[in-house]
């Protein structure tokens, strides 16, 4: 595997922590984003040989100076890993819309916004390796993450276009669709909002203490994700998005065996509209 300098935002902690290590470990050129300079000298005590960055993907009108420094002082990134993000649980109807604004920032808006930022360096140079990082739940839906959900089926499909428009300039776009993972993503880098409708106690208390119960034990080893994530660096034509997880394969093959089922039923209705 020949060397790369690869870019992944939000390193400090899950999917970012583990694919920054293995990167490392490779011998690969790792520039890491953190939002503070504690999570900064934190990443640095962990992995020395990673070079940190403090880039909040929110802070969209500095995006580009941090990339334009990040390679002057590193040399030209061959790799995009769009990692940095957060869950949100709440019952739709409970949850504010500033936290869905919130939720769009950083995982919709954040992620476009580092990717734009590299896509003329990409083009310019005829290559170059987007992976943005989406989850199961952008392709399934589940009770009390509507939010979530919402802004990781916007990201997968903005991935998509992103792959068509650059595909003729030799840069290549993957979305990363990872199920359940022993991450902190359910744990400490959730943001919950608080309950205040009775009526949804019955269908979402028991999601919500089941996700809390599994924090920590779920299935999926980030590090394998990792080692993942490598090898797909090193193909030509990576798929459009990889799913990651036992678990992620049974309930996306269900959505779509569900949806092929609906299309069918439904045909006649469908077929009907046209002049």
């Not at 941090?66 to 995009?80: I, K, M």
Request: net charge negative; hydrophobic share 40%.
């Amino acid at each position: 595997m020949s060397g790369k300098t690869f870019f992944i935002t939000g390193a400090n902690s899950g999917f970012g922590l583990a694919i920054a290590s293995a990167a490392s470990r490779a011998g690969h050129t790792v520039i890491g984003t953190v939002r503070s300079d504690a999570s900064r000298t934190e990443l640095s005590e962990r992995l020395s040989g990673v070079r940190t960055v403090i880039c909040d993907v929110t802070e969209f009108d500095r995006i580009d100076a941090v990339v334009d420094e990040a390679e002057r002082a590193h040399g030209p990134v061959d790799v995009l890993i769009n990692n940095a993000g957060y869950g949100h649980e709440g019952v739709l109807e409970e949850s504010p819309i500033e936290e869905m604004r919130r939720q769009f920032d950083v995982n919709v808006f954040g992620a476009v916004a580092v990717a734009k930022a590299f896509i003329p360096k990409f083009r310019t140079r005829r290559g170059g390796f987007i992976v943005n990082v989406t989850s199961m739940g952008g392709m399934i839906t589940m009770p009390g993450i509507a939010y979530y959900c919402g802004s990781k089926f916007a990201l997968q499909g903005i991935s998509e276009v992103m792959r068509s428009e650059l595909a003729p300039f030799g840069v290549r776009v993957m979305t990363l669709c990872p199920g359940s993972f022993r991450t902190d993503w359910a744990g400490r880098s959730m943001v919950r909002t608080e309950r205040s409708i009775a009526d949804y106690d019955a269908l979402f208390d028991p999601i919500r203490e089941a996700r809390q119960a599994v924090s920590g034990k779920q299935l999926g080893d980030p590090e394998k994700l990792a080692a993942a994530v490598l090898m797909m660096i090193e193909t030509d034509n990576p798929p459009p998005q990889l799913l990651l997880g036992s678990d992620a394969l049974k309930h996306v093959t269900a959505r779509i065996e569900r949806l092929q089922q609906e299309v069918e039923a439904w045909k006649a209705v469908t077929l009907s509209t046209d002049g």
